[in-house]
């Protein structure tokens, strides 16, 4: 029995990176796993059967997760072929990275669209079917910029900040439903983003780091499933920040 044997998780953006380590350790842990991504291609049928292979149920959506409609639509359907949404991680994140001199509207407002809509739309189209189930675990995937600001981000920085003040509101509100809601706020986590960066950028980050190395896509995946878990059954409202002591 894993921690999370016979429940249902709903991951978006989850077919790379953190979202698919996040997918993979709950399918070790016996979660069926749902998940969107802009598209399902190879890559995503590919996650859809490694997450398979791990003995549970898995299939993948392919959903603009900043369209409301959309994803009405994408938890109707997880709803009829899982029969529950245990678990809504909401992962789904860009960045368009600029100075707020030079930053246009136009990136504004696609970094606020997908990072911060998509979780209200989710979070209002899950919370339904997780009240009619007297319960529920909903993770927001935010970062440790959503919480010190970082200059050069303020649009992922904003968004990531209302990710934190969103989990902190639907735990308030729902907590009498038995609805949790927290925030995991990651470093600087070794992603195909970040090893693009060059070697004396990704030392000065070690430098800054208490632990001296930057987290992995697992360190955040393992604090995922204790908030997914009943490890965490009194844990609401709280923001973990991943980040090897970088920020206290």
């Not at 898995?58 to 639509?73: H, V, W």
């Not at 696609?110 to 319960?135: D, E, T, W, Y």
């Not at 735990?171 to 609805?179: D, N, S, V, Y």
Request: aromatic share 6%; hydrophobic share 45%; with cysteine.
């Amino acid at each position: 029995m894993g921690l999370l044997t016979g429940k249902t998780a709903l991951i978006t953006g989850a077919a790379r990176g953190i979202g698919k380590a996040i997918a993979l350790k709950f399918a070790e842990e016996g979660a069926n796993v749902a998940f969107t991504d802009l598209v399902i291609d190879e890559n995503g049928k590919a996650t859809e059967a490694e997450i398979a292979a791990k003995g549970v149920k898995a299939k993948g959506y392919a959903s603009n997760a900043a369209d409301f409609a959309q994803t009405e639509e994408v938890v109707k359907q997880v709803k009829e072929e899982f029969g529950s949404i245990d678990i809504l991680v909401n992962n789904a994140g860009i960045t368009k990275d600029g100075l707020m001199l030079r930053m246009t509207e136009a990136q504004w407002d696609a970094v606020i669209a997908v990072n911060l809509k998509s979780a209200f739309n989710f979070i209002h189209a899950c919370v339904p079917v997780m009240m009619r189930q007297r319960g529920g675990s909903i993770i927001n995937m935010a970062s440790v910029v959503g919480v010190h600001g970082n200059a050069g981000q303020s649009n992922y920085a904003a968004s990531k900040a209302g990710l934190i003040a969103l989990a902190k509101s639907v735990a308030q509100e729902m907590g009498p439903k038995g609805i949790r809601a927290n925030a995991i706020a990651p470093g600087f986590i070794d992603t195909a983003m970040t090893q693009a960066l060059s070697d004396e950028i990704r030392k000065e980050w070690a430098a800054k780091i208490p632990l001296r190395r930057g987290g992995t896509v697992a360190d955040i995946a393992n604090c995922a499933t204790f908030l997914a878990s009943d490890m965490s059954s009194y844990v609401s409202g709280q923001v973990i920040q991943v980040d090897g002591g970088m920020n206290m």
